[in-house]
């Protein structure tokens, strides 16, 4: 497909919509092609330098030329219809101006129907955000993948619950996104040849146990998880039973294994566990929430099969867009509602302990979602 270089509406979308900037973006770091230059002039001094050029001195001309001026500036002031913004909830919104469109022969880049929305649940992680979005948006630019950031941000004063935030993000990222990332804020994607690719035939996982920089067990699939709307409709979301750290990553993978949806992970990396992420996480500063309370510690060994996002319970205090250093985010402030008759330990404040084990259910061992980690052999201390 051909495209006719036309720098007048290039120079209309960098500056149309201020707050999704896309005119700063760096380069594919894969090719060598040059960024389109584009002049910080005001368009109406064209208009001037061109009556100057003509040398007219007729009035009528001159009112001809001033006519014709308008009429080319009303048209590069008009919304293009070609390159809006990439918020997954704009039905027909296309593929997003991301540097450079057209390669050396003027022929636009092949357009990738696909739309991803990152799903970062969220609280308390605003340094990590701040070094997160800039970095994710532009690692994504290069890969021209379209794509939008969504934090999930829990607001209540429950504790936190990451697997229902990602149902959140599920439902309120919008239909015209096909695909999410369940993506951690404090993983950095370092080697560009980890793709984030449709994943039409299964989930693809990331931050695979090779790669992940703490966790390495073989049916890990936290960190970072793309994963098609279809797939993850089929497999009811994400357990809401997972209030404080740990266990809804794997209680995830039990649900997509009955699923039979089988997890394809990245092959043949140059990198490994040290230098494919960046993980900016220090232990001591951003401790894991890994208090047990009531019976949570048996309940959520094994697989639930009766909540998920079809149960999901939450409300939407404000959603605010805003961009930082460049890449546009949306933060969904949700208050997380708690069935505490059902996930009691969704606050632990009053009764920290478990319960003594109920021998029955200890009983039951063909539900249990993960087996205890040999912690020598699957996880680093890496922070
Ligand atoms: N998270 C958060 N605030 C918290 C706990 C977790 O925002 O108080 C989010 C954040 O996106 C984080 C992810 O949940 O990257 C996973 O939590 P954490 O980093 O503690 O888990 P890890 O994988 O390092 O064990
Ligand atoms: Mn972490």
């Not at 997160?132 to 532009?138: D, E």
């Not at 009955?258 to 494919?276: D, F, I, K, W, Y």
């Not at 997380?336 to 632990?348: A, G, K, N, R, Y």
Request: hydrophobic share 35%; with cysteine; net charge positive.
């Amino acid at each position: 497909m051909s495209f006719r270089r036309d720098d007048s509406k290039l120079r209309k979308c960098t500056h149309h919509g201020s707050s999704h900037s896309k005119a700063s973006l760096p380069l594919p770091t894969t090719t060598s092609r040059a960024p389109l230059q584009v002049k910080p002039h005001p368009p109406w001094e064209d208009c001037v330098w061109l009556i100057r050029m003509l040398r007219v001195r007729r009035p009528s001309t001159i009112l001809w030329g001033l006519f014709l001026c308008g009429l080319f500036l009303l048209y590069i002031s008009l919304p293009s219809p070609s390159h809006g913004s990439c918020d997954c909830n704009e039905t027909g919104s296309s593929y997003p101006l991301t540097g450079n469109l057209l390669d050396d022969s003027n022929r636009v880049y092949p357009k990738d129907p696909h739309k991803l929305a990152l799903l970062i649940p969220f609280r308390d992680r605003f340094e990590e955000l701040l070094e997160f979005a800039p970095h994710i948006h532009n690692f994504l630019a290069s890969q021209r993948k379209n794509h939008h950031i969504y934090v999930i941000n829990q607001v209540d004063n429950l504790r936190f619950n990451r697997a229902a935030l990602l149902n959140v993000g599920f439902l309120e990222s919008g239909v015209d996104c096909d695909y999410v990332a369940m993506h951690d804020v404090d993983l950095l994607p370092l080697n560009p040849a980890l793709v984030y690719e449709f994943p039409s035939d299964g989930p693809y996982h990331v931050a695979a146990p090779h790669l992940h920089p703490r966790y390495h067990y073989p049916t890990f699939i936290g960190g970072v998880l793309l994963i098609n709307r279809q797939h993850f409709r089929k497999v009811d979301g994400l357990s809401n039973k997972y209030w404080g750290w740990g266990l809804e990553d794997d209680e995830f993978y039990a649900r997509l294994k009955e699923a039979h949806l089988q997890v394809a992970r990245p092959g043949n990396l140059t990198s490994g566990t040290q230098n494919t992420f960046k993980h900016v996480h220090d232990r001591r500063v951003r401790r894991r929430d890994m208090i047990k309370c009531h019976n949570q510690q048996e309940v959520t060994r094994h697989r639930d099969r009766d909540t998920g996002l079809s149960t999901l319970s939450y409300r939407i205090q404000a959603r605010k867009e805003l961009t930082i250093q460049g890449a546009p985010v949306t933060v969904l402030n949700v208050v997380l509602e708690c069935d505490h008759s059902v996930t009691p330990w969704c606050d632990c404040t009053e009764s920290i302990g478990n319960t003594p084990r109920d021998p029955q259910q200890s009983a039951k061992t063909q539900d249990v979602i993960v087996p205890r980690l040999n912690r020598k052999k699957h996880l680093t201390q890496d922070g």
